[in-house]
């Protein structure tokens, strides 16, 4: 295992920094959220409805899942550092397609392609548990994941500005300057981090079948998923409700629905923090139950109260706390069941977090139609999150299970 003094920045030969590290897991999330303020905008630019303009997040996040599936057993064939640098560079080319385009179809392409980034993500986590064990690369996540949050934190807000200044190209513009920027900076600074890598794609194929049948990597994975989730329904509905229900400005709109994040930055650093303390099936199970509590005290102030923005939006940043505590501790757990596995594991769970996640958004924008206000979209929230407690509360019986007999899975 390394460790952090191992690292040395803009080493090709060390393993990526902390910074290079955040920026990889962070791209995609700028990718995925800078443009949901224009999405009433693009419908009016390209022709389409508002219900077809979110293709763009839902399509991306499919696309976002099948890659993850590859992205993984790719990295544990032949190292971290080529397929990464490759991703990004087929994304810096579909940036230039979607600010090129001249119709949706085309831009809708290009989009779909740019979800080709998750590999940074992917394997911006595959890196650190190939230094680490567990729980000690629950904190390093918690922490990787708070720096990066920092990018979809002013992504909408950065996002709405542009439209209102330049038009909604211009946040395409900027994705192919962070695009091209990460690249520059992995390049130089991301040494490789499997040392062992598997001897074909084939073997690496053959693992699936392997975690697919660990009923631990089953918890993590789906807690993962649920309480992602959450904030993927609200990815697909956020600009409805504050367009339609509040009548707010692209501007506007951008900075709150940036307001979660905020709740996922400080749960992020909670896990950094703590992780290691109380070990990683604690820290899901409460930040799971914080998420309960957030969207219940929504459901609760739009029945009884006059709906308000912060009532919705303030409510989403407690579940934003309460995912920064779940998301990073079940990605470490994934993991950890089978340690030379990591990219695999870190891919499968994450096609299986972002595959649902592409549904739960697309079905989320087709029932948000003129007239149903926010409730539905809350509801959907919470049904989710409950799921979250179920799935860990499994894992973590599981794992005790296994510790009484004694079993490796």
């Known amino acids: 295992m390394n460790t952090p003094n191992t690292r040395k ?9 902390m910074f290079t590290l955040i920026c990889l897991a962070a791209i995609g999330a700028l990718a995925l959220n800078m443009h949901l303020p224009s999405l009433p905008a693009m419908a009016v630019t390209f022709g389409v409805s508002y219900s077809v303009t979110t293709l763009s997040i839902s399509l991306f996040l499919g696309m976002n899942a099948v890659f993850q599936i590859f992205v993984g057993p790719l990295s544990d064939r032949y190292g971290r550092r080529p397929i990464v640098l490759g991703s990004l560079f087929i994304f810096c080319l579909c940036s230039v397609g979607c600010i090129l ?48 949050a920092i990018f979809p934190l002013i992504g909408p807000a950065l996002g709405g500005v542009l439209e209102v200044k330049f038009g909604w190209i211009a946040s395409f513009w900027v994705l192919l300057g962070v695009g091209i920027f990460i690249f520059l900076l992995t390049y130089f600074d ?12 084939t073997e690496q194929f053959h693992a699936y079948p392997e975690l697919l049948k660990s009923r631990r ?26 367009r339609e229900l509040f009548g707010l400005s692209p501007d506007v709109l951008g900075l709150y629905i940036a307001v979660p994040t905020i709740g996922y930055v400080v749960g992020n650093g909670l896990s950094g923090r703590f992780s290691m303390s109380f070990g990683i099936d604690k820290m899901i199970l409460v930040g799971a139950v914080v998420t309960v509590f957030g969207m219940t005290t929504c459901l609760f102030l739009f029945l009884s109260t006059n709906p308000i923005p912060i009532s919705f939006f303030g409510c989403v940043c407690i579940m934003g706390l309460g995912n920064g ?19 695999s594991a870190s891919g499968l769970g994450g096609a299986l977090n972002t595959g649902g996640g592409a549904v739960i958004a697309t079905g989320t924008a087709a029932v948000l139609i003129p007239g149903t206000g926010a409730l539905t979209l809350i509801l959907i929230m919470l049904g989710t999150s409950i799921a979250s407690i179920f799935t860990i509360t499994y894992a973590i019986m599981r794992t005790k299970k296994l510790e009484m007999n004694n079993h490796p899975k």
């Open 190 to 201: 991301m040494g490789e981090t499997n040392r062992q890598k598997t001897a074909s794609m």
């Open 9 to 17: 920045f803009l080493n090709k030969s060390s393993p990526p920094s």
């Open 325 to 343: 505590l779940v998301i990073p501790n079940s990605n470490a757990g994934m993991m950890s069941v089978r340690p030379k596995l990591a990219g």
């Open 217 to 242: 990597f089953w918890g993590y994975s789906l807690t993962a998923a649920f309480s992602a989730g959450a904030y993927y329904a609200y990815l697909g509905g956020a600009a409805y409700v504050g």
């Open 101 to 148: 385009a001249t119709n949706f179809e085309f831009f809708l392409i290009c989009r779909i392609f740019q979800a080709v980034v998750v590999a940074g993500l992917v394997i911006s986590r595959a890196a650190v548990r190939d230094s680490y064990h567990q729980d000690q690369a629950a904190s390093i996540l918690g922490y990787v994941t708070m720096g990066m």
